[in-house]
């Protein structure tokens, strides 16, 4: 069974940043594709970001292009989403998500963490 563990969400001002990690309970975790979604309150869950095995493609919804950017470090079998120029609109649960291969449906999904954005 595949466990992944969000953390670094919080309280941040506007302008401000965060950075979200996800560590993954996985063999061969470098095989994978990493996601990032986000579900603001009373909204579908949506795309943020999403990055290859190896760590040579990412893809990033047009919202945080510029502003959002992923890692990984597959000795540590992590998965970062650094994110800066924060908004309101930012705000909403954050969930890391593993792929067996880029651009297929993920398959396991972590418990997500709360990033919110005052203005």
């Known amino acids: 069974q595949v466990q992944l563990v969000e953390s670094g969400g919080g309280l941040v001002q506007a302008g401000g940043s965060l950075r979200l990690s996800c560590v993954v309970d996985?063999?061969?975790?470098?095989?994978?594709?990493m996601g990032w979604f986000r579900q603001a309150p009373g909204k579908a869950r949506e795309f943020t970001a999403a990055?290859?095995?190896?760590?040579?493609?990412?893809d990033y919804a047009d919202s945080v292009k510029g502003r959002f950017t992923i890692s990984r470090d597959n000795a540590k079998n992590t998965v970062y989403l650094q994110m800066n120029s924060l908004k309101p609109e930012d705000t909403a649960v954050y969930y890391c998500a593993l792929a067996s291969k880029w651009i297929s449906e993920y398959d396991y999904w972590g418990q997500g963490t709360q990033v919110t954005v005052s203005s």
């Open positions: 996985a063999r061969t975790f470098s095989s994978y594709t």
């Open positions: 990055i290859s095995g190896s760590g040579a493609s990412t």
